[in-house]
């Protein structure tokens, strides 16, 4: 898993990669009300939002299995004088110590095989507080196969239930450069 992302970050493989923050990261933060506290970047890629977050004072952690895309956001924050705790390991085994107030999860879920996907539901469930926030930036490609897989979020619903997760309505649809789709929505944990 690991070589096969490295791989695809050497070979410029990086259609998700908008070079810039997500138009959806600042009407999901407003959603949330969180203006600071202890942020999770799940398969941060080069981590764009990850500096943004740290340039608005929040607490932020930052996981990726690729060295490409640790190094990348690593030269960001020092050019920008930021701090962050910045980690390759994988998400599917990493333990926090401490939950977070928040998850900020952007096309993470699609990159996992959808075999992982209980896994990783349970991972995110582990991260954060009760109470605590799954912004969650989910890409639809209606196509088979991947990555990235496609993310039906009706479908999701049946990964993300009710007793664990209170869904937001549909917040936005984020148009990609690739020509795909994301949509976000807030979840809270119970
Ligand atoms: C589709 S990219 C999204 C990157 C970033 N969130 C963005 O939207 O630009 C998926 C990212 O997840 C990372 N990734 C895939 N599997 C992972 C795993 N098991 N643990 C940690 N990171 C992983 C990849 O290296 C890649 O950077």
């Not at 908008?18 to 890629?45: E, F, I, Y």
């Not at 599917?92 to 996907?117: G, I, K, M, N």
């Not at 196509?143 to 496609?150: C, K, L, V």
Request: hydrophobic share 35%.
């Amino acid at each position: 898993m690991k070589q096969a992302w490295e791989n695809r970050y050497h070979q410029g493989q990086t259609g998700w990669d908008r070079g810039d923050v997500s138009p959806a990261l600042n009407l999901m933060l407003h959603h949330t009300g969180l203006s600071q506290g202890k942020l999770l970047v799940p398969g941060c890629g080069r981590g764009y939002e990850v500096i943004e977050l740290a340039r608005r004072g929040f607490d932020v952690t930052a996981l990726d299995i690729a060295p490409s895309a640790i190094e990348h956001l690593r030269n960001g924050l020092a050019r920008d004088r930021l701090r962050a705790t910045v980690l390759e390991v994988d998400m599917l085994h990493w333990r926090a110590q401490q939950p977070f107030d928040a998850v900020y999860e952007q096309t993470s879920l699609c990159a996992l095989d959808p075999v992982y996907w209980e896994q990783y539901e349970n991972q995110l469930y582990s991260w954060i507080k009760p109470g605590g926030f799954l912004l969650a930036l989910w890409m639809q490609t209606f196509s088979r196969g991947g990555p990235p897989y496609h993310c039906d979020p009706d479908s999701l619903k049946q990964l993300f239930l009710p007793v664990r997760w209170h869904w937001s309505e549909q917040l936005k649809t984020v148009e990609h450069p690739s020509g795909r789709h994301e949509t976000a929505y807030v979840l809270t944990r119970i």
